[in-house]
DNA sequence: CTGTATCCCGTCTGATACTG
DNA sequence: CAGTATCAGACGGGATACAG
């Protein structure tokens, strides 16, 4: 397994910083965490996200094998999203690095303020 | 302390996913971690990067105290850049993600060819 | 219910050239 | 050496309306 030149254009960093790094992704996988959701409800809890923009989220998460998208043949249409494992693997570092934003945003904050 | 609603537009957790979402910063972070760098020392090792993006990064880093611009007034000029006690922090939680993604990106690219 | 289609704007990023 | 100025293109993201 490579290691990851984190300084090559093309480090596989890149690939999970672009997907960590988006304004919803983040907030789904963490909405994902304690089971299966339908679209609306993920769309209801993530406030402020466009339909649009919440399926291309989805969409890519799918595609880069973070969750699963399977659709019930029904009448209403029923949607649910599921976390692979590769998706609840990458929660813990998440976590990690939400606690240390939540730990650290007021001083940064702070530092903000003072720097106008 | 808050403990930080992710789910909130407010939320404290974006303020950071901003800084290290973006494409360079990341990059800075853990360049500086051996040490003070001067500004085209960053430039050159970290392939690709513009002056004027370098500058960008390096400014909203300072503003959010990650790190310290220090001009040493000399002929030719020198400006040295060294992380502070909050960047330094910041390099663990960045580290569990960039392991993730190191173990994980292959898995993630086969995804994606997969998708298609 | 679960999306898609369109339009649009602001930001982010880069290329290039220039300055103290 | 360490930036700044200017221009321009791509793209993420949002508003709104509509469809299967």
Chains 1, 2 share one sequence.
Do not use: N
Request: proline fraction near 6%; glycine fraction near 6%; charge should be positive.
């Amino acid at each position: 397994m490579d290691t990851g030149d984190v300084f090559d254009p093309q480090c596989p960093t890149r690939v999970v910083l672009d997907r960590i790094g988006d304004k919803w992704s983040m907030l789904v996988l963490l909405s994902l965490r304690d089971g299966p959701m339908r679209f609306t409800q993920l769309r209801t809890r993530i406030g402020g996200v466009t339909p649009k923009v919440l399926t291309q989220t989805l969409r890519a998460m799918e595609q880069d094998g973070l969750l699963t998208r399977k659709v019930f043949a029904e009448v209403p249409p029923r949607v649910e999203y599921t976390l692979t494992d590769l998706g609840r693997s990458l929660h813990g570092p998440l976590s990690v690095v939400a606690e240390w934003a939540e730990r650290h945003v007021s001083e940064i904050l702070r530092c903000r303020e003072k720097f106008s």
